[in-house]
């Protein structure tokens, strides 16, 4: 039976930021993307105070849908929120892929960053300074704009709980117990959660794993490289 992929978004994005990818899925899968409680411009109904309550979100929306056998691929924040999700040892999952994840344990990210991030909140400029710093070299202006725009409907307390709480929680001593397979995907240039950072803080601490990198991307994979992230997508689900 084909499963279902599970998209996840990144901090700030939507279930929007995977329509290219979805396209370049072609119909493989069936697919499910979620708009995570506070973004894509839905209410905060959840308040999380943990990562852990993401996951137990995400999971009662699946259960909802009745949706059997599932991958579930986490972008950036989506990547850590799969780990939590995972950790739950869900019926149906067979699989996580992590694409520019957050690492389980505490982001790396400096003080400074942290608050420019919390600075940028509504503001259009501010945003896109910090997109077009997270990206690739060559993001065309079209997917920039989406990118922009998807960020500015998240609500406060959903922006702040990330930067304040799930991106620094610590999940690594639960990492031992995940004994099911994971692909760990990231841009090549992406400088904040690329290559180096996966090796240091996300695939230590993984028990099965293979890694890879997208070529030409920064830390919006979605938006930069949809087609080569569907292509491995495609080709790690076929190998399960």
Known sequence: MTPTLV????????????NHVVAELDGA??????????????????????????????????????????????WSMGGKIALATALRKPAGLKA?????PSPPGPEPMEAEARQAERDSFGDPAATRQALKTAAGDD???RPLDHAVSQ??????????????VG??????????????????????????????????????????HVSATIEGSGHLVPYEQPR???????AYVARL
């Open 7 to 18: 998209l996840l978004h990144a901090f700030g994005a939507s279930a929007k930021a995977w």
């Open 228 to 234: 080569d992230l569907a292509a491995a997508i495609k």
């Open 167 to 208: 991106s620094k929680e610590d999940l690594t001593a639960e990492m031992a117990e995940l004994h099911l397979p994971i692909l760990v995907l990231s841009g090549a240039q992406d400088d904040h959660l690329g290559e180096d950072a996966v090796a240091e803080h996300i695939t230590p601490y993984l028990p099965h």
């Open 29 to 74: 899968f069936p697919v499910v993307a979620l708009d995570l409680p506070g973004f894509g411009g839905g209410d905060d109904q959840l308040q999380a105070d943990t990562v852990g309550d993401y996951a137990d979100w995400v999971l009662n929306d699946l259960q909802a849908r009745n949706t059997g056998d599932f991958v579930l691929v986490g």
């Open 151 to 164: 960020r500015l409907t998240a609500t406060r307390s959903a922006f702040d709980f990330w930067l304040d």
């Open 139 to 141: 993001i065309a202006e």
């Open 96 to 100: 996580l892929i992590l694409v520019a």
